[in-house]
């Protein structure tokens, strides 16, 4: 099994920058691509941005293109994500995600490990 865990979310405001990060434990050497997903009330849940195994593919929603970037530290087992330029919509719970997948993917079915997610609240 694997465990994901979350940290990093708050409350700021419009315009500032937050970091998050994720903490994998367990069988990490199952982990292929890992993503941020994130869902906000009465939304569904989306993928914010994903990244492969040694980094090299990487993936953003539009609407976080040129603000948010996500990395990883495999010899750390963990993936972070750095978000600039805040936004009200970007509030939301952030989710870290990891796959068995054997290629790169952006689908929420292929995600089978999740973390707790942390709450990310931007006021504008």
């Known amino acids: 099994q694997v465990q994901l865990v979350e940290s990093g979310g708050g409350l700021v405001q419009a315009g500032d920058s937050l970091s998050l990060s994720c903490a994998a434990s367990g069988r990490t050497f199952t982990i292929n691509p890992m993503a941020w997903f994130r869902q906000a009330p009465g939304n569904e849940r989306e993928i914010v941005a994903s990244?492969?195994?040694?980094?090299?593919?990487?993936y953003y929603t539009d609407s976080v293109k040129g603000r948010f970037t996500i990395s990883r530290d495999n010899a750390k087992n963990a993936v972070y994500l750095q978000m600039n330029s805040l936004k009200s919509e970007d509030t939301g719970v952030y989710y870290c995600?990891?796959?068995?997948?054997?290629?790169?993917?952006?689908?929420?079915?292929?995600?089978?490990?999740w973390g707790q997610g942390t709450q990310v609240t931007v006021s504008s």
């Open positions: 995600a990891g796959s068995s997948s054997v290629g790169f993917t952006i689908r929420p079915t292929d995600y089978n490990y």
């Open positions: 990244i492969g195994w040694n980094g090299a593919r990487q």
